[in-house]
């Protein structure tokens, strides 16, 4: 006997029987109708063992009524499961890696393995026992309220349970699939579970009660088929979210002390809370972060989508909310019970408008039953949204959802433990992963970008392989499904632009501009705690400005990327709308978009054809209007509620990257942090921004980029001919002769030489002085003597306070 072929009987019959050949009988060493255990993939089960001679030398087929699967889905075991698995033989242990499930039929489809030393099938000691705790299972909720209002069903459900198990060797943990019996059908009885066995005699792991007349049985809960099937499912894929650990502690605390401790609530005097709005951005984990905590709890979940409430005709959508109320209502007299309504703001959109004569009623509808709970009663209602600011204001009173709880944007420790849960699936190339440089890239990203991203880099990996080969995961293919995986905030929003990267040695020069760029710039975002400790507020804005050609966004740009910040990008052309109101509101949505993806930079290029001085004439235009919107929202003034609302310290609990929400303890004004939102302005005209956007607390920083001196323009030139082959050309000389050329010009500079190269010999590489010369005289400088002259007094007017700042 080489191989054993292990396979489920058709369960027809509710019993506890295996059948097995004549050798395998022997081999065992039991008596007819001895319990044995047959180890499988994921269960135990327990069954009495009787030979068959009519079976082949190595097959067993086995009943799996009983079994220790607490926590699978019970849908798996239907009646009549008709699988075949392979075995390592009679005195095997399940190696799970040689389990093949496959129809009986398709008896070509099994493959023999050797027999090895290991127990699959053993023996089991048996000894009567004296008293057994168990739960019951009904199909049927309508019996569980009847065992809760009439203790007197509750003995006859012990009745019943002695009647089903009589004769039966079940152990702790196992559970009872009673389906088949006619008998529980008629009782109404879908599973038992053993919680506990107690008995005279001494027990171990090979132990096995049977349940004789004289057992006693206590039950000590009942519960729905419904009910019982969330929990074993939620169970079996039960998946902590990663990252939001401080928000699922925060959310245990608001659903565990309403549900769990009323008897302090009514101590106290005080009302328990009835609800929770739990609002964040798309893909941060509202959804899951409920399914989890409620898991763990074990709290049945009711789960509502808005849109499928809706019905066609007149009354039925009122209908169906009620139904739902009913259904929660019932499940809570078996326990907690938690109704979470997803995308809230689509079944209670603020009422008021015209044409949503629909959406208003059932808002009235859900508001008249959420207030009809009991103080008393086990449901508590959760609803998750990424628009607060659409709800309807009656439904975030006290009384209704009074609790709120802010889901940001995982910070880069978040989005690490976020990586490390998603990967754990992955093969990966240890050496070759780098998670916590993935973290750091990866601002903005949420929890469903980071997972699109795994299973990107898994793509890519797998294209790359051949078939037949192993496939491994490294760096290189994150760092490409980085390139393709855009995070889902910056996904059509204004403002945001593909960033090509520009690196601080591709620069040449400005040595000095650099410096302070990186102070004012990359200082307060890599280096918060720094700024803490010596008790300073970075900067809320940079001015950078100076002659046209120097490079102003080229170093914008390279901050952005040195500190793997969200890049916003906003002009005049974005703007200027033709309809009253419109730039206003695109100005906000932007500052709204930039603290969500904190810590960003925000670029507001040609800041002077954005917003100009204010006229005295009294005449307010578009200018003036984006000006004083501007203002409001460098100042953290004027957010839409709900974007950013809730409590103070609420939201600095949550460690999220979207800046908290804080109040003034003396005026109660609402005001918000814009610590992780910068934003830099660059302008060739500071002689035309008002004053007001000028001043300390605004524009902190103002640097003047002065154009290229002659060390400069050296490293720009060198910069710009590293890629060609110079011939008679020296960079120092033709530094000296680029008085008043600008980064710019220089740029188009090597260029042209390159292309009379090129006029001259398609197939050349050399550039030779002959072609500069050429170049000299078709690219002449942009600036000029009046032009500096003009600039340095701009920088002189900033040292005597007419325009503040100070010559770089």
Wanted: net charge neutral; charged share 25%; hydrophobic share 35%.
């Amino acid at each position: 006997m080489e191989t054993v072929e292990l396979s489920v009987l058709s369960t027809l019959e509710f019993h506890q029987k295996c059948k097995m050949s004549l050798d395998i009988f022997r081999t065992l060493g039991v008596n007819i109708g001895s319990f044995v255990e047959i180890k499988t993939n994921n269960k135990t089960c327990i069954c009495s063992a009787w030979p068959d001679q009519e079976y082949a030398s190595n097959t067993i087929t086995f009943n799996k009524s009983v079994n220790s699967c607490g926590f699978t889905n019970s849908k798996s075991h239907c009646i009549g499961e008709n699988v075949k698995m392979m075995l390592k033989g009679a005195d095997n242990l399940l190696n799970e890696s040689c389990i093949e499930k496959v129809p009986l039929k398709n008896e070509s489809c099994i493959e023999k393995v050797p027999l090895k030393d290991e127990n699959v099938i053993k023996a089991l000691n048996t000894t009567n026992a004296l008293e057994i705790f168990v739960d019951v299972v009904f199909l049927n909720p309508g019996k569980v309220r009847e065992c809760k209002k009439n203790r007197g069903f509750l003995e006859h459900i012990v009745t019943y349970c002695r009647n089903l198990l009589f004769r039966f060797c079940v152990r702790d943990s196992f559970i009872i699939k009673c389906q088949a019996s006619r008998l529980a059908q008629s009782y109404g009885i879908s599973d038992i579970i053993i919680n506990h066995v107690t008995s005279d005699n001494k027990s171990n792991d090979d132990t096995g009660f049977v349940i004789s007349k004289l057992t006693k049985v206590t039950v000590e809960t009942v519960h729905s088929k419904e009910w019982f099937d969330q929990m074993v499912e939620t169970k079996q894929t039960l998946n902590k979210p990663g990252g939001l650990d401080n928000v699922i502690n925060m959310l245990l605390d608001l659903i565990k002390l309403p549900l769990q401790q009323k008897d302090k609530f009514r101590q106290l005097g005080a009302h328990p809370p009835r609800g929770i709005l739990l609002y964040g951005p798309p893909g941060c984990g509202k959804t899951s972060l409920v399914k989890y905590v409620c898991a763990v709890n074990g709290i049945f979940l009711v789960t509502i989508n808005g849109p499928e409430i809706f019905g066609p005709r007149p009354g039925e959508t009122e209908a169906n909310i009620r139904a739902v109320f009913e259904k929660v209502t019932v499940m809570s007299e078996e326990g907690p019970c938690v109704l979470f309504v997803d995308e809230i703001d689509s079944l209670c959109p603020g009422r008021g408008g015209a044409g949503n004569v629909n959406e208003a009623r059932a808002t009235a509808q859900f508001l008249t039953l959420l207030d009809g709970l009991s103080q008393d009663s086990n449901i508590l209602v959760i609803g998750a949204t990424n628009r607060p600011a659409v709800l309807d204001t009656a439904l975030r009173r006290p009384g209704r959802l009074d609790r709120e709880v802010v889901i940001n944007p995982p910070n880069q420790q978040q989005r690490l433990e976020i990586l490390r849960s998603q990967i754990k699936g992955i093969p990966l190339c240890n050496d070759n992963v780098n998670l916590d440089e993935l973290a750091e890239v990866t601002n903005g990203y949420v929890g469903a970008d980071l997972a699109s991203l795994c299973h990107e880099a898994a793509y890519v990996a797998m294209s790359e392989t051949a078939a037949g080969h192993n496939t491994m995961v490294n760096q290189s293919h994150f760092n490409i499904a980085v390139k393709k995986i855009r995070p889902s905030l910056q996904r059509g929003a204004e403002g945001v632009v593909d960033l090509r990267p520009v690196y601080w040695d591709e620069i040449g020069g400005l040595d000095t501009v650099k410096k302070q760029i990186k102070q004012a710039v990359e200082w307060p975002l890599q280096y918060p705690e720094a700024f803490e400790r010596m008790g300073l507020k970075p900067p809320r804005g940079v001015l950078l400005y100076g002659p046209p050609g120097c490079c102003k966004t080229t170093l914008v740009r390279a901050a952005a990327t040195s500190c793997h910040s969200t890049f916003l990008s906003i002009s005049g052309a974005q703007l200027y709308s033709p309809y009253v109101g419109d730039s206003e509101k695109l100005i906000s949505e932007v500052f709204q978009k930039a603290r969500v993806c904190a810590p960003s930079i925000l670029f507001l290029d040609e800041l002077d054809s954005i917003v100009g001085k204010r006229s005295e004439s009294g005449h307010r235009g578009v200018q003036e209007r984006i000006l004083s919107t501007l203002l409001n929202e460098m100042d953290g003034i004027g957010v839409r509620l709900g974007e950013g609302a809730g409590s103070s310290s609420q939201q600095k609990t949550l460690e999220g990257q979207s800046p908290p929400v804080e109040a003034d303890v003396k005026t109660g004004d609402k005001t918000v942090d814009n610590r992780s939102v910068l934003v830099v302005a660059a302008t060739n005209r500071p002689d035309l921004i008002d004053d007001a956007l000028m001043r300390p607390g605004r524009m902190d920083r103002i640097i003047y980029v002065q154009h290229p001196d002659i060390q400069a323009r050296r490293d720009i030139l060198q910069l710009y001919t590293k890629n060609m082959v110079l011939q008679n050309c020296d960079l120092d000389v033709l530094a000296e002769r680029t008085d008043m050329y600008t980064g710019a010009d220089l740029e188009s500079l090597c260029r042209e030489a390159a292309l009379f190269a090129l006029t001259e010999n398609i197939e050349t590489c050399t550039v030779c002085a002959e072609h500069f010369e050429k170049a000299l005289r078709s690219v002449p400088a942009s600036l000029n003597i009046q032009l500096i002259e003009k600039y340095s007094s701009a920088a002189d007017s900033m040292k005597t306070g007419k325009i503040r700042g100070g010559k770089s």
